[in-house]
């Protein structure tokens, strides 16, 4: 039976790669750059930069990544932003903007501007979330507000305007890809401290307002080609089962309802936008489900716990806690790396499930 399993895992690597490989030569010579907003499940170390504790920069993460290196990415490895590049065929890992030492050839095939600990809401950002640890309180955020990172877009395209030719720049702003991954720091964190003045429905509805202003905003400086992903289920986060889930460690219900009530109006969204302005291609992509089934069925691709984080206990540990003492062997046996992220085989699963040939097609 164990040899069935591994067999099955084989051919289903096998199948996943088959068909990502097949997209990113369909769509390699179409998108010229990748460019990625969001949260800690896309940011590639940009908060390396930014005076805040929220980092991925230090052992156990990063440790299958070549070289052993932490590069801020919330993984062992490769992340989600990293996988949508190489869904597009454009490059193999996707750099943070804020990276110093990116020259010319990275800059001009995209960058990512995602921050963790961000949020549409920009209350999120600044919120300072407390965890409780041996000697008191740290103070975890300070991220990057979407309004910033729409700017450092803007200081991108003058970055490669003075580099090369206007017509050029143009291209690469008018065809590339957007992804934007965002959201759930809103409704995990900020929500529940300001749900006496707003409904579920009523901040949600708040957030699309928020998400559609940043939009229209990123369509005035040039993006037409706008792929926006699905929240994940987080109240099934290891985390949110610890503290939330009670002694059985269930997922919090009302979390995910809120979720899939945003979600719901992100699909609306995206059809005011293809309405509103003229040009755009923009695309939601499903994510919820694709993570409910793997959490359902992680036996197919050789994952073994879906209720645990790999480093340290697996209940709690995310940042700075990772570096207690526990973290898992095999990293691949987990579908989360720390309570909040997933590993680089369920990021790589999970993102090429999401930005399906079929999902990629609508941006053309």
Not at 150 to 179: C, D, G, H, W
Request: glycine content about 8%.
């Amino acid at each position: 039976m164990a040899t069935l399993h591994v067999l099955l895992a084989c051919i289903l690597a096998l199948l996943v790669c088959s068909a990502a490989a097949a997209a990113a030569e369909s769509y390699s010579n179409k998108v010229p750059a990748v460019f990625v907003f969001g949260d800690s499940l896309v940011d590639t170390g940009n908060n390396n930069y930014v005076a805040t504790i929220a980092k991925g920069n230090f052992p156990p993460y990063g440790r299958d990544f070549p070289g052993g290196k932490a590069t801020g990415r919330f993984s062992n490895a490769k992340g989600v932003a990293d996988y949508i590049a190489e869904v597009f065929g454009v490059k193999q890992l996707l750099p943070p903007y804020l990276d110093p030492s990116l020259d010319l050839p990275e800059l001009l095939t995209g960058v990512c501007f995602a921050s963790a600990g961000s949020g549409y809401d920009p209350r999120t950002p600044q919120k300072m979330l407390k965890l409780v640890f041996f000697w008191g309180f740290l103070h975890v955020k300070n991220a990057i507000p979407m309004t910033t990172q729409l700017n450092m877009f803007k200081e991108y395209i003058k970055k490669i305007n003075a580099s090369v030719s206007p017509e050029r720049t143009q291209e690469i702003i008018s065809q590339s890809a957007y992804v934007i991954f965002m959201g759930s720091n809103d409704l995990t964190n900020t929500y529940p401290t300001v749900n006496y003045r707003y409904t579920e429905e009523s901040y949600t509805d708040l957030m699309i307002s928020l998400a559609l202003d940043f939009h229209k905003k990123l369509y005035e400086v040039g993006a037409r080609r706008i792929g926006l992903l699905e929240l994940p289920p987080t109240g099934c986060a290891p985390a949110i089962r610890s503290s939330q889930g009670g002694l059985r460690r269930e997922c919090s219900e009302s979390l995910n309802r809120r979720i899939r009530l945003f979600n719901s109006k992100l699909s609306l969204m995206v059809d005011q936008l293809n309405q509103e302005l003229p040009g755009t291609k923009a695309v939601k992509f499903e994510f919820y489900d694709h993570v409910v089934s793997l959490a359902d069925n992680p036996a197919p691709y050789g994952i073994e716990e879906v209720t645990r984080g790999c480093c340290g206990t697996g209940n709690i540990e995310t940042g700075v806690l990772c570096v207690l003492p526990g973290t898992c062997a095999v990293a691949d046996k987990y579908m989360f790396f720390d309570s909040f992220h997933p590993t680089e085989v369920a990021a790589r699963i999970l993102t090429k499930q999401a930005l399906s040939p079929s999902y990629l097609s609508k941006l053309f």
